[in-house]
């Protein structure tokens, strides 16, 4: 890494610049909310429990279910030994913590098995699929209406 230094624009004093991207880009929002959410795994389980190494696909799976209740308009997570937290929380410290799993390479890595790339389709694949499958079908019902 090259030394780089910046300078103060108001007092010209110097400050050696490490060309690293910084966290200021991350909304504060966002980190309270995951916190929230470790905060509570900290009471019921124990502090920094999931740096013991949870499997990676639980944390998927969870990621996944709170994604999709928010997703279709239930906000707290408030069903039976829910946290009634906002899924929000759940949803940032899921993230967080498969995020921080892979970089460290902490707990299993029990993803699905890669599939052959040679024919199964990437996620924009599907979507523009099916984009081409949808505009071949018909609409005479809503014509007729």
């Not at 966290?23 to 909310?33: C, D, K, M, T």
């Amino acid at each position: 890494m090259s030394e780089q230094w910046e300078a103060s624009e108001s007092t010209g004093a110097l400050r050696e610049s490490l060309t690293i991207p910084y966290l200021r880009q991350v909304p504060l929002e966002a980190i309270a909310a995951g916190a929230a959410s470790l905060e509570y795994g900290a009471k019921k389980y124990a502090n920094r429990n999931w740096e013991k190494g949870l499997p990676w696909q639980q944390l998927i799976d969870s990621l996944r279910r709170h994604l999709d209740d928010f997703e279709r308009g239930h906000n707290t997570d408030d069903g039976i030994n829910g946290s009634n937290l906002p899924h929000v929380c759940a949803i940032m410290a899921n993230a967080m913590m498969l995020s921080a799993s892979y970089v460290r390479g902490i707990g299993e890595d029990d993803r699905l098995p890669p599939t052959d790339t040679r024919n199964a389709l990437s996620a924009k694949d599907c979507a523009k699929w099916m984009d081409h499958v949808l505009a071949g079908t018909r609409t005479e019902q809503k014509d007729q209406e």
